[in-house]
């Protein structure tokens, strides 16, 4: 069986534990997936399959080399594909099979999941490294400022990687260990425990930690 799923992030809420503890989880719909390749040791070099997310799309919006790597494969065309790694048990998956939520994870799994963190734009020194800027006080002229940035003797330029301001998130992030505290089934519903990156609607990739 694989060791993720691609899912999308609907939105934070909280529910109550068996001991009445109110828990802050995020609601991912995991899935289903369908199973478009399988790379094999012979003649890929690895064993893995790819997974497309089961979501109506137009068949204009996809490409034609894509459009026949779907049919070729006798499935739906997916917006997002995937790889994951996969161990063949009793049933082998075979191209075409569909991996619901509840085939991959149980309640108290811990789980990595991946994700493309929200975009901030230009941001300056303060809200991008957390520098703690200057007096606040009349008279001050360091508030946000980012002040000196080199040496003027030697080496007499500035050294890199200095921290300064600039582009800020749309980053790949990826949160480990979070806790799985519930599965519903029937909407392919995945509660996991704590906060994960990207916005509300967008992709994520979650795997077994």
Do not use: W
């Not at 089961?54 to 894509?66: G, L, T, Y």
């Not at 082998?92 to 963190?117: E, H, M, W």
């Not at 790949?172 to 990207?198: F, S």
């Amino acid at each position: 069986m694989v060791d993720g799923l691609i899912g999308i992030k609907v939105g934070m809420t909280q529910v109550f534990d068996e001991n009445g503890t109110v828990v802050p989880v995020t609601i991912i719909k995991a899935g289903p997936c369908v199973v478009v390749q399988k790379k094999m040791k012979d003649p890929d070099g690895y064993q893995a399959v790819q997974l497309g997310l089961v979501e109506f799309i137009r068949p204009s919006r996809v490409n034609k080399p894509r459009t026949g790597h779907f049919k070729k494969a006798g499935v739906p065309p997916c917006r997002i594909l995937r790889e994951f790694q996969a161990e063949d048990g009793e049933t082998p998956l075979k191209v075409g099979d569909q991996i619901l939520v509840n085939q991959v994870f149980r309640a108290n799994d811990k789980v990595d999941v991946l994700g493309t963190s929200k975009g901030r734009g230009f941001a300056g020194l303060i809200k991008r490294h957390h520098f703690g800027g200057g007096a606040k006080t009349h008279g001050s002229m360091f508030h946000r400022a980012p002040g000196s940035i080199g040496a003027s003797a030697y080496p007499s330029r500035v050294l890199p990687g200095m921290r300064a301001a600039g582009h800020m998130g749309c980053d790949n992030v990826t949160t480990q260990n979070l806790k799985v505290v519930r599965i519903q089934e029937q909407e392919n519903i995945l509660l996991v425990k704590g906060a994960v990156p990207g916005a509300n609607g967008k992709y994520v990739v979650i795997k077994k930690a």
